[in-house]
């Protein structure tokens, strides 16, 4: 009879111990909380919250419970060992992709086997792991992206032939691109932290039907630290800090990033700091891409001096700031309010490859840097659900961003220093509804204005005297750009293997460029100029999901990109004597794309991807020839130079492959690999500059106890001289030299090991030999050569 007592006394505890238990999911290689966790038993089952949390009250009684995530192993545990454990369960991260949650098609989480376009998911664990320097470095990563670098402190995003103004960056809802986003390279995707960033999501082909102008070739959205409310009566608090050494430019990295939570309050805050040195190349490669030569300015003389150490990219080096913070306010179930304040900035940056362009073995320039390059973003989300007539949820975000950038440039023995000062005023406003119509139709839908204001003044400082004087800006100052556009996104189940996606959207631009007060000094815009255009483009596409193991989907989608004040407006002297002149004839561009992908699961344990696009764009804006009142050659900064400007072309053509592959061989190894092929050409088949070479990654994993390995290649293909673009073709100071004494892109190739060790519960060690052999390389269309043998290591510290 005691024992019968003492037996169920003590179930009668267990259950009440079960009962009051929250148990949390984390990542076992990065101890961070994982969202959406299915975690069950044979009678009931929930999901873990956004900080990783799930009530056990459910599961009293049961004896197992067990674990499912699209990105993780299964995993099954019992009750007495979860007590262990002090209810935290850590699974292991699996290459094998079951079917993830994916936000980026149309703002709106989705299942990713009901999209008809592919995206490329960047998860906590994988940012975690990599440890990347920038964002750019991030993206790169993923082995799906191709990432140009002019300098240092940059990284272009290259995406299906087109960058630059023809690839779209969002932050938290938010798109970044701007008025006076060039068509060249450009590297504002550095100022998104990557300590920063929860997760980010490519999105591959057109996406102006959700996203509007400029998503030509494709989206980048970066989701950032989110503020997490806690699920008990208790507030919750998490700090992460994280320091990281690299050896190839001397990098010092500190970041600390903070969550605090009540019921329905919280709050996140982020500050990151990086210090980068001069980048030092690897010591097996072309020799062209040596430094033989640096300048130096001493009592207002300049000197150019031999460099002791050619492999070392003198004047490279800059320095970055980030913050974030952000709060929550969730009042009800129904209502969520976020506020937001993001800001970055770095000091001067070296414009690098500038500053290694000679002439007769001699430094044309003797500075040529960008100053800091800042960038502010201010934000006020609300959502609501509602089953009401018009939508069952929205979004609605209020945003204002400011940007600044400046160009400073002085050519070797001159002394006249040009400073050309810009700054950008962003206001923008986004709604995003959805409705489900029936049972197997959903309706999103939406609006959005943008208003852009353009400063843009310059100076020329005589560096001996010290006076400056008013010279050309090089945009009107006080342009204006407005937008106002709405878009209907419509998909609906045709079966339960079979997904119909259909979108359409309007967009109308209105563009306003002032007469400058000098117009003897600025003699290209005469009168005040007001151009007004508009848009309509669409989307249709099929997700098939044939069977479990197989789906195909194809997609037809149109995009365009509006004429911005870049395009329109900008006077600027090439360094092949060539003059940029306004042209306020220019349309849109618009692109017309399709792709079609299949994806198979083969024994539990493999998955390829394979997938074809072609795109052809009209009216494709590009630089050519151009005469301004009838004149060819005009006469700027001192030289006589060919007028051009930014013109419509007759088209251009874009077509190529992606190709992933993923196995779990084992439990403990796997492996994975990306390829990307992509060929490009203008009317005559002439090669299109931003279509990079072939290019991809490949990566073993091994995983044991509390270590994780990654021994991993990164490789690219060749471009020949006659493959290069028409103005790559002249960059000897770029490019290798081939054995006919022309500029090409040489293929390359690295090995590299990443090894990651859980120290304890919250800390991490993070270390990493890149470029194994000392490679000398640099990617396609860069103008700073990459980084040699780089020892990288790093701590990470959560509590």
Wanted: with cysteine; glycine share 6%; proline share 4%.
């Amino acid at each position: 009879m005691n024992k019968l007592i003492y037996l169920f006394v003590g179930l009668f505890v267990s259950l009440l111990t079960i009962s009051a238990q929250t148990l949390t999911v984390v990542d076992k290689a990065t101890g961070l909380p994982i969202e959406g966790v299915h975690v069950y038993s044979s009678d009931f089952s929930v999901y873990t919250d956004s900080t990783g949390s799930a009530d056990l009250s459910l599961f009293v009684g049961a004896n197992i419970i067990s674990f499912r995530h699209y990105s993780y192993k299964d995993y099954s545990l019992s009750i007495d060992q979860i007590k262990k454990d002090d209810y935290v369960v850590a699974l292991s991260e699996t290459v094998f992709m079951l079917d993830e949650v994916v936000v980026s098609s149309n703002k709106w989480e989705q299942q990713g086997s009901e999209v008809p376009v592919r995206i490329v998911s960047i998860k906590p664990t994988e940012i975690a792991v990599s440890n990347p320097q920038t964002a750019a470095d991030m993206l790169a990563n993923t082995g799906a992206v191709f990432v140009q670098k002019s300098q240092l402190g940059g990284g272009s995003p290259m995406i299906r032939g087109f960058a630059a103004n023809r690839v779209l960056i969002v932050v938290d809802g938010v798109r970044m691109n701007n008025a006076i986003y060039r068509s060249g390279n450009l590297q504002n995707v550095i100022n998104v932290d990557p300590n920063a960033v929860e997760n980010a999501e490519v999105v591959f082909g057109p996406g102006s039907v959700i996203y509007g102008s400029d998503a030509i070739g494709g989206v980048m959205d970066f989701h950032t630290l989110k503020p997490r409310l806690s699920t008990t009566e208790n507030a919750r608090f998490s700090t992460k800090a994280l320091t990281r050494y690299s050896s190839a430019n001397n990098e010092q990295t500190y970041s600390v990033a903070h969550t605090g939570g009540w019921k329905k309050l919280a709050y996140a805050t982020s500050v990151s700091y990086s210090k980068f040195g001069d980048l030092v190349m690897g010591s097996n490669g072309p020799d062209e891409y040596l430094k033989p030569h640096y300048v130096i300015t001493e009592n207002g003389i300049d000197k150019v001096l031999d460099n002791s150490d050619t492999e070392k990219q003198l004047s490279s080096g800059y320095n970055q700031l980030n913050l974030l913070q952000k709060f929550r306010y969730r009042p009800s179930e129904k209502w969520n309010i976020e506020a937001g304040v993001i800001y970055s900035t770095t000091s001067d940056i070296p414009r690098y490859d500038r500053l290694v362009q000679e002439k007769n073995y001699v430094p044309v320039y003797a500075q040529w840097y960008y100053g800091p390059q800042q960038w502010l973003m201010t934000n006020v989300s609300v959502n609501h659900k509602s089953n009401s007539l018009l939508f069952d949820s929205f979004n609605t975000i209020v945003a204002y961003q400011n940007y600044k950038e400046s160009r400073h440039d002085r050519k070797l023995n001159k002394t006249e220093l040009r400073n050309q000062n810009e700054s950008v005023d962003i206001v923008s406003f986004n709604i995003d509804l959805d409705k489900k119509l029936s049972d197997k139709g959903t309706l999103f839908y939406g609006a959005e204005y943008l208003y852009n204001n353009v400063g843009s003044v310059a100076d020329k400082l005589n560096v001996t005297t010290g006076k400056s004087k008013v010279t050309d800006s090089r945009y009107p100052d006080g342009s204006v750009v407005n937008s106002v556009s709405s878009y209907l996104n419509y998909k609906y189940e045709l079966s339960q293997k079979l997904f119909l996606n259909s979108a359409l959207r309007y967009s109308y631009i209105s563009t306003y460029l002032p007469k400058p007060e000098l117009v003897e000094s600025f003699p290209f815009i005469t009168d005040n100029v007001n151009q007004d255009m508009s848009s309509v483009n669409g989307s249709l596409g099929l997700a098939w999901n044939k069977s479990k193991t197989t789906s195909l989907s194809v997609n037809f989608s149109t995009g365009y990109r509006a004429p911005n004040i870049d395009d329109l407006a900008k006077v600027f002297g090439y360094d092949n004597d060539a003059l940029i002149v306004p042209n306020y004839d220019l349309v849109p561009e618009y692109i017309y794309s399709i792709d079609a992908g299949i994806n198979k699961k083969l024994f539990n344990r493999v998955n390829i991807y394979a997938g074809v696009f072609y795109s052809f764009l009209d009216n494709a804006m590009v630089r050519g020839d151009f005469t301004w009142q009838g004149q060819e050659f005009f006469d700027y900064d001192g030289d006589l130079r060919r007028v051009q400007a930014v013109v419509n072309a007759d088209y251009a053509t874009v077509y190529g492959a992606d190709i992933a592959l993923n196995i779990d061989i084992t439990d403990n190894f796997a492996m994975k690999s990306n390829l990307t092929i992509t060929k490009g050409e203008e009317k005559g088949g002439v090669p299109l500059r931003h279509a990079a070479p072939l290019f991809g990654s490949t990566h073993l994993l091994y995983s044991v106890r509390d270590f994780k390995f990654d021994f991993y290649a990164v490789y690219n293909g060749e471009i020949s001289n006659e493959n290069l673009a028409p103005s790559e073709q002249d960059k000897f100071y770029m490019y290798a030299i081939d054995t006919n004494g022309n500029p090409y892109c040489p293929a390359w190739y690295t090995l590299n090991l990443r090894v990651r060790y859980n120290v304890s519960k919250n800390l991490y060690l993070n270390t990493a030999l890149e470029n194994i052999l000392d490679k000398r390389y640099r990617p396609y269309s860069s103008g700073i050569v990459a980084p040699g043998r780089n020892l990288v290591a790093s701590l990470m510290l959560n509590f």
